[in-house]
T-cell receptor, first 108, second 121 residues
Framework: SQQGEEDPQALSIQEGENATMNCSYK?????LQWYRQNSGRGLVHLIL?????REKHSGRLRVTLDTSKKSSSLLITASRAADTASYLC????????FGTGTRLTIIP | GAVVSQHPSWVICKSGTSVKIECRSL??????MFWYRQFPKQSLMLMAT?????????EQGVEKDKFLINHASLTLSTLTVTSAHPEDSSFYIC?????????????????FGDGTRLSIL
């Protein structure tokens, strides 16, 4: 089944800086979603962007989607220590399949 | 908001035991539920799609006789790991697709449980 790849696998930044994570996928999608996962816990849905959308904002989150390049990015602005978690992209086309995830660490 | 309850949150048992994990949608009906598996530091891998009142659809490489899925009602799906062995130790997460009137099924929200950590000794 399709799985996306995320880049970087791990990212450490200082609190207050912006964090950017990228996701690439292989086949066509209906929408792409970003989730957050704290260590050993379930998923929290962050944002959904449809295939006909190019950019979407939600609070400190900004997501872009380029279907021609089959890629998406998640930007978290003004990062906080509480943003430390894994971030996964998920591609929806009949099924919801996940990327490999980026482990984000915010250094206070 | 919509809540998915998954139980138990963790279980430790001896090799050869069968373990049942429940997934409930608490305030919405879910015709379709999904079971995922996650190994340490890896992403979620879809194991099977559970449809209310019919047989589950398993992903390639997932043994249906090993991972029994039952979706007997619109709010409950269960995953039973039969004769579990240490290699079955993993984090299992269920998800329920909410039936939102008027929304295309591909855009319907999918809500996740908190997961079950299964350790087989």
């Amino acid at each position: 089944s399709q799985q996306g790849e995320e880049d970087p696998q791990a990212l450490s930044i200082q609190e207050g800086e912006n964090a950017t994570m990228n996701c690439s996928y292989k086949t066509s999608i209906n929408n792409l979603q970003w989730y957050r996962q704290n260590s050993g816990r379930g998923l929290v849905h962050l944002i959904l962007i449809r295939s006909n959308e190019r950019e979407k904002h939600s609070g400190r989150l900004r997501v872009t989607l380029d279907t021609s390049k089959k890629s998406s990015s998640l930007l978290i602005t003004a990062s906080r220590a509480a943003d430390t978690a894994s971030y996964l992209c998920a591609m929806r086309n009949e099924k919801l399949t996940f990327g490999t995830g980026t482990r984000l660490t915010i250094i206070p | 908001g919509a809540v998915v309850s998954q139980h138990p949150s963790w279980v430790i048992c001896k090799s050869g035991t069968s373990v049942k994990i429940e997934c409930r949608s608490l305030d919405f009906q879910a015709t379709t539920m999904f079971w995922y598996r996650q190994f340490p530091k890896q992403s979620l891998m879809l194991m099977a799609t559970s449809n209310e009142g019919s047989k589950a659809t398993y992903e390639q490489g997932v043994e249906k006789d090993k991972f029994l899925i039952n979706h007997a009602s619109l709010t409950l799906s269960t995953l039973t790991v039969t004769s579990a062995h240490p290699e079955d130790s993993s984090f299992y997460i269920c998800s329920a697709r909410e039936n939102v009137p008027g929304a295309h099924w591909n855009n319907q929200p999918q809500h996740f449980g908190d997961g079950t950590r299964l350790s087989i000794l």
